[in-house]
């Protein structure tokens, strides 16, 4: 039976030369072994099948992608959101708030006349696309002065692998995520930090399904025989001569029923199929320590290495505990894609070349006990670490007004459809 994992095995393994932690477990659909899935859909209304190599087979084995890597972390970014408003575990984040916008300063008037936009509320960098480099921390402002030029703002500028102090300060999940600042100063030259956790999930031996075929009854079973005279979804009538000019059916305004599509590639109009069976799916996590060790935390302009370990550990428990929160219990990835493991999650500790790999078990409560004790140790250590977040930035009047006017669009556009 393997060990539980604690925060000394994970010092060793930071300070050692451990290569990486892995987590690699089977999961089955929840309606259960046979049971179809959904996969996701991309350009072209397809699935993405490829033949990959499995071990104990001699032939390639196709394989449908379930959640790609880029997905995997947005979920372990979540988990950490919601522990982190659960008041579970505490991490820094920067917050843009959005609640309190009104283009006259009445906001009973702006209302009325519809120029408030619908509401956001509040945006932190665990949930923006591009973590701390995304143009909606860019594009907002600390006192009325742009993020990046306010003094937290430009110590980004100074970022880099000898120097990923700032990032740990202001956004943590940034050096284990990956991050870009494309966005900065320095444009294409911007600072780039690698994937520490790399995560994904693979259907194996994937069967394409049938054709989507049925239909979603309208209970009143609507016409299509009534001319309708439409303006908008929401500004229509029946017209008394089914001859008149513009006149379309019921459907024109969503009373009808609802066949399902075939899904057509445009580009080859060959038809593809919905939904999969699949052998079993199974997930890969891992989280490579050399990556963290590429990582140094200077302090004042002083680079140590205990308050290198420090760090790193934090980093090494905030990866090991975003996985667990997120993927512990199973996974809802899309409709009709719940996926429910095999076994227990358990970490592999890739230490030794040629060993066998040490295996571990964490629980979500182990994983942020650990994380806890680790940044206990990193704060002793002189390390920042807010356990609350910075004021929240203001968005600009510019931000707030691309904002309002795509909200309307977006209005247009599905009045439209």
Known sequence: MSEALS???????????????????????AGGQGDKVFPPTFAGAVYAIEERRVPGRDQPVQCVLLDSVQSQANRMELAL????????????????????????????????????????????SLQVPHRLADAILRDSQVNGTDFRRSEKGRALNTVSLANATPLFELCPTALLFG????????????????RAVVSEIVGIGAQVGDLLRGVRKDPFEASKKVPIIKNSAFDWKVSDDPKAKDVVAPS??????????????????????????????????????????????????EANTEVDVAARTVLTALGLCAATLAFESGMGLRSRCLLWPEGAMEWELLEQPGEPAKRYRLTSQEAVDVLKQAVGIAKQKGLPWRKDPLPPLKPSPELLELVRRSQIEAIKETAEA
């Not at 925060?7 to 659909?29: D, K, M, N, Y």
């Not at 991050?179 to 690698?194: N, V």
């Open 7 to 29: 925060l000394e095995t994970l010092q060793q393994a930071v300070r050692g030369s451990a290569a990486a932690f892995r987590c690699r477990r089977r999961l089955q659909p």
């Open 81 to 124: 959101q919601e522990a982190l408003d659960a008041g579970k575990i505490e991490l820094p984040v920067l917050v843009v708030d959005f609640t309190e916008y009104s283009p006259t300063g009445d906001v009973e008037a702006d209302k009325k006349a519809g120029r408030l936009i619908d509401a956001i509320g509040k945006i932190t």
């Open 179 to 194: 991050m870009w600042d494309s966005t900065g100063p320095k444009g294409g030259l911007g600072p780039k930090f690698e």
């Open 252 to 301: 024109a305004v969503n009373h009808s029923s609802v066949p399902f599509p075939t899904i057509r590639d445009r580009k080859t109009e060959e038809n593809h199929y919905s939904g999969v069976t699949i052998e079993y799916a199974e997930q890969v996590t891992t989280l490579s320590l050399i990556c963290l060790r590429r990582l140094r935390f200077p302090l004042n302009g």
